[in-house]
C-alpha cells in the first residue's frame, strides 16, 4: 500500500506564508536570511554614496564651468586694457623714441604661467587689435605676438623654478624674437619701413623697454588672471 500522505493544517499553512513573505522581503530566520539582510543594506549604502557622488560631481562641473567663463572674461578684459594702454599712453612715454611692445609681454606672461597655447591666443589677439592702429599689415603683430609667446611657453614648460630676476631676461629675449619676427615676415611680405639699421634698431631699444616692464607685467597678469578663491588659496589658473 502506498504510503498516506498527512493532512496539512493550519500551522502548516502559516508556516510556508512566512517562508513566502521571508523569501520576497530579504529577510529569513536562518543564518543566510541574516546575510542577505546586511549584503541588502550594504548594497543599499553604496548606492546612496554614488548618488552623492554623481551630485557632488555636478557641482564640480557647474564650478568649473562658472570659473572658465569668469577667467574669459578677464582675458578679454586684460587684451582691451592691454591694446588701450600701448595705443593711447606708450606713445607719450617713449624711450629714445620707441615705445615697448606691450602686448608682446602680456602674452609671453601668459604663456608662461598657463601655458604656449594660452600665450598664444592672447598674443593673436593683443597683436591683432594692435595692427588696427598702424600701417602695416593686418596681422603681422599677431603673428609675431603668438609664436613668441608660443615658443615661451613651450620653453617655459622644461624649467622647473624660475627666479624673479629671471623675468626682466625672458621680457628682453621676447622683444628681440618678435621683432625679428616682425622684421623678416614684414621684408617677406614687402613692408616699408622695416628696413636698414633704423629697424634693428628699433628691436633692440624696444626689448631693452619690454624687459624694464616685464616684471611689473608679469604680476600684474598673474594676479588677474586668477579668480578671488584662487588668491585666497595660493592656486594657479588655466591648469
Do not use: C
Not at 27 to 42: A, C, L, P, T
Not at 69 to 97: D, K, S, W, Y
Not at 98 to 117: Q, Y
Not at 140 to 163: D, E, I, K, M
Amino acid at each position: 500500500m502506498g504510503a498516506r500522505r498527512r493532512p496539512r493544517g493550519p500551522d502548516h499553512d502559516n508556516d510556508d506564508d512566512r517562508d513566502d513573505h521571508d523569501h520576497d522581503t530579504g529577510h529569513s530566520d536562518d543564518d543566510d536570511g541574516r546575510v542577505i539582510v546586511e549584503y541588502d543594506q550594504h548594497q543599499h549604502s553604496h548606492d546612496v554614496v554614488a548618488v552623492q557622488f554623481r551630485s557632488d560631481d555636478h557641482g564640480v562641473d557647474l564650478d568649473v564651468e562658472d570659473r572658465s567663463l569668469m577667467r574669459a572674461g578677464r582675458v578679454v578684459m586684460l587684451v582691451v586694457v592691454t591694446v588701450v594702454v600701448q595705443v593711447a599712453l606708450f606713445p607719450h612715454l617713449r624711450l629714445i623714441g620707441r615705445v615697448p611692445d606691450l602686448g608682446l609681454v602680456v602674452a609671453v606672461a601668459v604663456a608662461f604661467d598657463h601655458g604656449p597655447e594660452a600665450g598664444a591666443f592672447v598674443g593673436f589677439l593683443a597683436g591683432l587689435g594692435f595692427d588696427l592702429f598702424l600701417e602695416t599689415p593686418l596681422g603681422l603683430s599677431a603673428l609675431a605676438y603668438a609664436l613668441t609667446a608660443y615658443s615661451v611657453g613651450v620653453l617655459q614648460g622644461g624649467v622647473l623654478r624660475t627666479p624673479k630676476w629671471f623675468t626682466p631676461v625672458i621680457g628682453a629675449a621676447s622683444g628681440i624674437v618678435g621683432g625679428m619676427l616682425f622684421v623678416g615676415v614684414g621684408l617677406l611680405a614687402g613692408v616699408d619701413g622695416v628696413h636698414g639699421n633704423h629697424a634693428y634698431a628699433t628691436v633692440a631699444v624696444a626689448s631693452a623697454y619690454d624687459a624694464l616692464l616685464a616684471p611689473f607685467v608679469f604680476v600684474a597678469v598673474g594676479a588677474w588672471l586668477r579668480t578671488p578663491r584662487e588668491r585666497i588659496g595660493g592656486g594657479r589658473v588655466l591648469g
